[in-house]
C-alpha cells in the first residue's frame, strides 16, 4: 500500500482538564537529547526498573512522558517526567527523593497521533513533525507537553502514540 502521507502523523485540537503526573524525572535540552549522551533513555529504564508501571490508575490506563517547566522554547532547558496520572488528592501524600511530580494546567491542545509502528521510529519521527509545523503555524505555549502511551494493548513493536501540545 503506497501512500504519500504514511509517515505523517494525524492531527487535531483537543481541550483537556488539569491533571497531575507523578513519576521519575530528569533536566534536560533538545539538543543534548541529539547526542549519545541523552538522558531520556535511561529515564525510560528507570521507569521499568521502579515497578511504577504496576501502579496505574483503573481510570487511566496510560503512562506519560510530560515535558515541563520549560526555561523558554524547544532549544532551552525543560524537565521530563515519565510516569503515571494521579489524583490531586493523592498528589501532595506520595512525593519523595526518588518521584518527582507535576502538575499540567487546562488547556487546548493540538494533538498528533502516531502511525502505528515501531516505538523507537515514531516518537522521534513525530517530534521532528511536531517541531516543523510549529515554525511555521500556532504558537505553543510551552505550559507543559505530554506523550500518552495507552497499555491497555501496548506492543512497543507496533503501537500508536499521542503526543499533547500546548497551544494558544
Known sequence: MSNSNQNQSERFIEVRPAM???GVGVRT??????GP???IPPL???YFQS???TQLSEKDQAIYALYTDYESDASGEYTLIIGNRIEEDVAAAAS???LKQASVPAAKYMVFRTRCGPLTEIVPEVWYE???YFQSAEQRTYTGDYERYDMRQFDPANTVVDVYIAIE
Open 96 to 98: 519523595s527523593e526518588e
Open 51 to 53: 515497578g511504577l508501571q
Open 130 to 132: 511536531i517541531w516543523s
Open 20 to 22: 497531575s503526573i507523578q
Open 37 to 39: 549522551q541523552g538522558k
Open 29 to 34: 535540552t533538545n539538543e543534548a537529547e541529539a
Open 44 to 46: 525510560w529504564d528507570r
